[in-house]
């Protein structure tokens, strides 16, 4: 097995932008005239022209991060509008021909986040033939890029009557911001934890956390399956270096949360009150991070276990009474679920990155793991004035095969809990599909009895999304050079 | 006219009558097809909803011999019988599986299994436990060649089991309705289907689907999951 070429790779695969650019934007593309979309690709992929955004790759930057990165994913429809040939489009797996629409009960997206409830451009997930991501400091650089894109497609979700380039487009309603300390809404630090691949420059965070085979993400390479290979698309040559994305719009109810947690914390204080078992032992608060009261010290616990760690990410597995003070994400990434460990076992992170606890599926502990790249959109959340703005998050899930690993993480861990026994039949806590009727989670007490919660609603929706193919740079040329 | 008369009772004996029979199952049956046609429906349980609906699903995997004599038979039950113990190993392994068996039925060699939540997971954390095994067994089978060795292809062989997997009536009979207006689109038009057309649209499934699961099968312990009973028996998980 030959190096990878880093050249011919992507850029956002093997690394996040969000350290450096604080803006992204997820356009969604049709294409009108496969000539102009093959053109546009043609100069993408080279590079140099004033006209078209360039394609970022993934050889290491250097000192210097460059001003804005672009990058391209393709649904299978939009293969098809490019012109590739019926045998080239049935190499690719089921799941991506069918589309993240079509797998829609495979992923928890019923009722409310249900296909026939995405607003435009998702409605119409045929429509969707590219989606083209800019990042920049910068919503002008998003807008020329957008500017540029319309030049060569059709760009979806552009309000009835005007002009692509105004600031009133679904695609600058929906720009992804970074908040303040790469926070998310819920509150909770993001990004601690990606999985680490052996290739020059790109091993993540100095954390000492297994490196994983590049299979994981990259088309065309050993897999954490022994012996297993996914198929790689198109040909050898040119799907290798490739992969899969599943891009996901989700609206966070956060209003919604933080009532939850009041309602949690003074249940969880009138119990202790009455002479119940304790959720933390006496005066943890007094070792948290900042003053807060025994109040608001049970709300934040229960926040913490419902996601698997502390809102400054610390993990509930290493400190289960009390965040640490924020430090290095290295330490917050070294730690794991073996022997009896104090992370819930329905918690959030636990449920999708087991690392080495003991799970039901023997042979799947890091097999499934992907690579996550996200963005919150919408305004900013100000707990004194809570409001119902829609706000969330623009998420990309990053793998070498979304049924292997995407498709599996969401069914069998999130929302059917299969992983361990103790949390089987019960949904994830943060993003599954709840409702206030059926919905518990196990909280562990401090004396490591468990006590349930029950009641909270679903807090996460889908809004849209879809399957996108991120072909290597050689694809592209290859895509750029089909005939009529 | 009244219930009871002579009519009533000729035509309730229609369907034990042979000429009937014939002219229903050459003619009738036939045209019906042409008129409407049903495509196969895919085998084993569908997407669930409901968490408990993901636990103990059926897989009726059946999958005809490339020698259809006695010696052909016996050489699959000799590969079966030669790898037991790695296939059981492998079978445990899987985690998720309550219970497996092989069975000869005429010239196919059926795998019979009950396994907790999606189909695709579980024929990948099969071919990743015991598909080495299991491609020596699939030497014997017809239509095979292609995905074997398993585990370079992954993707053909969970499609490969998914066609031979048998199609699961509906618990609730009117689902079909809905199953075979998805399989028809876009040619199909959604409107209600009335309640007397089921038994002919259960006919022409039958035709394009021979083997049939009756509905999603009973569960003397409905809800658990095979980890969760090893671990209230306390064996482990």
Redesign the interface.
């Given at each position: 097995m030959s190096e990878v070429r880093l050249d011919n790779v992507q850029g956002n695969i093997l690394r996040g932008y969000r350290g450096g650019l604080r803006h992204v934007r997820h356009m969604m593309l049709a294409v009108a005239d496969p000539a102009a979309a093959r053109r546009f690709l043609a100069a993408a992929s080279r590079g140099g022209s004033v006209d078209v955004p360039a394609i970022t790759r993934a050889p290491h930057w250097g000192a210097a991060d460059p001003p804005a990165c672009f990058n391209i994913g393709l649904t299978h429809a939009g293969l098809r509008a490019l012109g590739v040939a019926e045998a080239m489009l049935a190499t690719f797996?089921?799941e991506f021909v069918e589309g993240m629409a079509e797998r829609a009960?495979?992923l928890g997206d019923?009722g409310d986040s249900a296909p026939a409830n995405w607003p435009a451009p998702f409605d119409r997930p045929d429509r969707i033939h590219l989606v083209a991501t800019g990042y920049a400091n910068s919503p002008g650089t998003l807008d020329a890029m957008q500017a540029a894109a319309s030049r060569a497609f059709d760009v979806l979700g552009v309000r009835d009557g005007r002009a692509r380039t105004e600031r009133d487009v679904l695609g600058s309603d929906r720009d992804g911001d970074n908040l303040p300390a790469r926070r998310v809404f819920f509150g909770y630090a993001d990004s601690i934890a990606q999985p680490r691949f052996a290739v020059d420059g790109h091993a993540g965070s100095s954390s000492t956390r297994p490196l994983q085979p590049l299979g994981t993400v990259l088309l065309g390479y050993p897999t954490q399956?022994?012996?297993?290979?996914?198929?790689v698309p198109l040909s050898d040559e040119l799907g290798r270096d490739g992969a899969f994305n599943a891009f996901r719009v989700m609206a966070q109810d956060v209003s919604a949360f933080e009532a939850y947690l009041d309602d949690a914390g003074e249940a969880l204080l009138r119990l202790e009150q009455a002479g119940g078992p304790p959720l933390l032992p006496v005066d943890a608060e007094a070792s948290f991070d900042r003053p807060i009261d025994r109040l608001g010290a049970l709300r934040e616990a229960v926040a913490a276990q419902m996601c698997g760690r502390w809102r400054n990410g610390t993990p509930v597995a290493v400190s289960p009474f009390h965040p640490l003070p924020a430090g290095s994400r290295k330490a917050f990434n070294d730690f794991d679920y073996r022997g009896a460990t104090t992370c819930p076992a329905g918690a959030h992170i636990r449920r999708v990155n087991p690392r080495d606890g003991m799970?039901?599926?023997?042979?799947?502990n890091y097999?499934r793991q992907l690579v996550r790249r996200g963005t919150p959109y919408g305004p900013d959340f100000d707990a004194a004035q809570p409001d119902d703005r829609e706000r969330g998050l623009l998420g990309n899930f990053l793998c070498a095969?979304l049924?292997?690993q995407y498709?599996?993480v969401m069914?069998?861990w999130l929302?059917?809990?299969?992983s361990?026994?103790?949390v089987?039949?019960?949904?994830d806590p943060l993003i599954g599909?709840n409702t206030p009727e059926m919905s518990v989670f196990d909280l562990r007490l401090a004396d490591g009895l468990y006590h349930h919660l029950r009641g909270f609603p679903r807090f996460v929706t889908t809004r849209g999304g879809s399957y996108t193919f991120l072909p290597s740079l050689a694809a592209i040329d290859y895509l750029a050079a089909l005939p009529g | 006219m009244a219930d009871g008369g002579w009519l009533d009772r000729f035509v309730d004996s229609l369907p034990t009558r042979g000429w009937f029979k014939f002219i229903s199952n050459h003619l009738v049956v036939p045209l019906w097809a042409w008129r409407e046609p049903t495509p196969r429906l895919p085998g084993g349980p569908?997407?669930?909803?409901a968490?408990?609906d993901?636990?103990q699903r059926m897989m009726n995997l059946i999958m005809p011999l490339k020698e259809k004599t006695p010696i052909g038979r016996a050489r699959v039950a000799v590969a079966i019988g030669q790898n037991l113990d790695a296939l059981y190993t492998g079978l445990d392994?899987?985690?998720?599986i309550h219970f497996a068996r092989f069975v000869i039925v005429d010239n196919n060699l059926c795998m019979m299994s009950v396994y907790?939540?999606?189909f695709?997971?579980y024929v990948?954390?099969f071919?990743?436990?015991i598909?080495?095994v299991f491609d020596a067994v699939l030497q014997f089978i017809e239509d095979a060649d292609d995905v074997v060795p398993t585990?370079?292809?992954?993707?053909?062989f969970?499609?490969w089991v998914h066609a031979r997997d048998v199609f699961q009536l509906p618990d609730f009979a009117t689902d079909l309705f809905a199953l075979q207006a998805a399989a028809r689109r876009p040619s199909a038009d959604g409107s209600p289907r009335p309640l007397t057309a089921l038994p002919r649209a259960v006919i022409l499934q039958l035709r394009a689907n021979r083997n049939v699961s009756l509905g999603s099968g009973f569960r003397g312990y409905a809800?658990f999951?095979?980890?969760?009973i090893?671990?209230r028996l306390g064996i482990g998980?």
């Open positions: 797996p089921r009960v495979k019923i399956l022994e012996g297993v290979f996914f198929r799970i039901v599926q023997r042979n799947a097999a095969s049924g292997a498709e599996a069914s069998d929302n059917l809990g299969l361990n026994p103790d089987t039949g019960i949904n599909t | 569908r997407p669930a909803t968490p408990g993901g636990l392994n899987v985690g998720t907790d939540g999606d695709d997971s990948r954390d071919i990743v436990s598909g080495n585990r370079r292809n992954v993707e053909k969970v499609a809800g999951s095979a980890a969760q090893r671990q998980w």
